[in-house]
């Protein structure tokens, strides 16, 4: 019989639940999908239920050490959070009594990335905003041995401070990090660039070592930094100049991992990880590159066990959540697209991670100008986000140049912008999502059906989501999204 063991995230933000039989993860999801609250922090009984078909855990795997982090919380004037903190006690409010074993908070972003890569070795890199103390850490990845060589400790935070950043331009930090890189490209980065690196960042420190420290601890903000920036223009160009610094830093970090770490592979992983602009430069530094498709805190609810078990699991499958047990709807799909242009799709497992890739999206046919209105009007969205492509893999580069993968991670240069403004950025660039067929074959039946149809062999691909909502889970989920847009979900 074959021994139950989840992995939890939890009680902070963006709260994940994980499955694995044995050492194959069967079942993955964000625990907002269950309880229909974005961002939801906590556990809930639907998502708790869902996971207990695979059976009672005999094992539960949490993905931080509540002690160090409640230390790290009274250190920096937060109080004494014991009770907040008393993971059992949290989990026996949810009904699980299993055995709880503890995980570091940055040990399980490395092991969710190094053990779902197919390296045999590589330098993994972990930047978000804190764990329990720490705020960026570089591990050696050989065979499965997984070992720390540096680590950065709170207040000196890349994270933290891009979610200051955030808020500072008058969004949610710690959620609309990704619109902040989305606003990048309609300002100057060259106006407040060396502003922002001055006031915020040591740079003495920073040339080349991994070390990034900062000015001031940015755990409560900087709603207070130059207060006479405050027009539209000002916020687009602190969001270009926040992404410039941010680019240098991850440059700064990742050519002295390639000076001074062995490995020829990259892992990258943390919150920050998220970051596709910034990820495609990568590539100057690394040939070969895994960000797991769930790089932030939520991937810990796979990572912890995996740093537990310390065993590679071979490139993780992102479709792992909520299963609609139905045959992938081609002709559905590609009739109501050549009708109305646009049509929902909630099918097959969920995605585990932020974006959707196929089977709770929203698709339309990329061509023409009217289109981005369309969605747009659906979808209720800043006018400076753009939407996505999702391409037959043979054709990505006959259309665009410049890093591409399964999973959205990074942004390539739109060889025909004119031709697909809905799915081009500002800056000329898409985060592309290459279709192969490996661990999807229903999207690419759909593309190639398309492409057999139009002679396109991509689609716009969004969330399928209600405003303000987590994206679809359910099939009840989608009837909602249809009764509200009048938009047909197969
Ligand atoms: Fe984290």
């Known amino acids: 019989m074959s021994s139950v063991t989840w992995g939890i995230s939890a009680n902070s933000h963006d709260a994940a639940l994980a499955v694995f ?3 194959t993860v069967v079942f993955a999801s964000h625990s907002e999908r269950f309880s229909g609250v974005k961002n939801d922090a906590h556990l809930n009984q639907a998502l708790i239920e869902y996971a207990l078909q695979w059976g009672q855990p005999q094992e539960v795997v949490w993905y931080e050490k509540p002690l160090k982090k409640t230390l790290r919380q009274f250190w920096a004037g937060q109080g004494l959070r014991f009770t907040e903190n008393n993971v059992r006690v949290y989990l026996r409010s949810y009904g699980i009594t299993a055995p709880v074993r503890f995980v570091g908070h940055h040990h399980s972003h490395a092991a969710a990335g190094y053990y779902t890569s197919n390296f045999d070795d590589a330098t ?11 705020t960026l850490t570089i591990w050696e990845g050989t065979g499965d041995l997984l070992t720390q060589r540096y680590s950065q400790g709170y207040p000196h935070s890349i994270g933290l401070w891009y979610s200051a950043m955030t808020q500072r331009v008058g969004l949610k930090p710690n959620e609309d990090e990704y619109i902040l890189m989305g606003m990048a490209a309609y300002g100057d980065p ?3 660039f060396l502003d922002v690196l001055d006031d915020f960042i040591d740079t003495t420190g920073c040339g080349y070592c991994p070390t990034t420290k900062m000015k001031r601890n940015l755990h409560k903000g900087c709603l207070d930094w130059r207060p006479d920036l405050t027009t539209e223009q000002d916020m687009y160009d602190i969001a270009a100049a926040t992404q410039q610094v941010y680019t240098y830093i ?4 990742v050519a002295w991992c390639q000076t001074y770490m062995p490995s020829k592979n990259l892992v990258l992983m943390g919150g920050c990880a998220l970051n596709c602009s910034a990820n495609s430069d990568l590539y100057r530094f690394y040939d070969n590159v895994w960000i797991m498709p769930n790089p932030g805190d939520a991937g810990s609810a796979i990572g912890c066990v995996l ?4 065993k590679h699991i071979g490139t993780l499958n ?6 609609i047990n139905k045959p992938y709807p081609v002709d559905e799909l590609v009739q109501e697209l050549k009708t109305s242009g646009i049509v ?5 497992a969920a995605e585990y991670g932020p974006r959707a890739l196929g089977n709770r999206s929203l698709l339309a046919d990329p061509r023409g100008a009217a289109i981005k209105d369309k969605v747009n009007d659906i979808k209720q969205r800043q006018r400076f986000r753009p939407f996505a492509p999702m391409i037959l893999e043979e054709f990505a580069d006959d259309y665009f140049t410049g890093p591409m993968n399964h999973y959205m991670q990074f942004t390539a240069t739109c060889k025909y912008p004119e031709k697909y403004p809905a799915i081009v950025h500002a800056d000329g660039t898409s985060r592309v999502q290459t279709v192969s067929g490996k661990n999807n074959i229903g999207v690419r039946q759909l593309l190639e059906a398309w492409y057999e149809e139009t002679g396109c062999p991509m689609l716009l691909n969004t969330s399928l989501n209600i405003k303000g909502k987590p994206m679809v889970n359910t099939e009840a989920d989608a009837q ?10 197969y």
Request: aromatic share 14%.
């Open 21 to 23: 039989l044995d050492d």
């Open 318 to 323: 992102p479709y792992l959540g909520y299963f």
């Open 250 to 253: 991850l440059h700064n970090i």
């Open 307 to 310: 740093a537990h078990k310390q």
């Open 344 to 348: 929902g799709v909630a099918n097959g």
């Open 124 to 134: 993994v890199v972990c930047i978000d905003s804190i764990g329990e103390f720490e």
């Open 190 to 192: 060259n106006r407040l």
């Open 480 to 489: 909602e999204f249809t009764n509200k847009y009048g938009v047909v979900v």
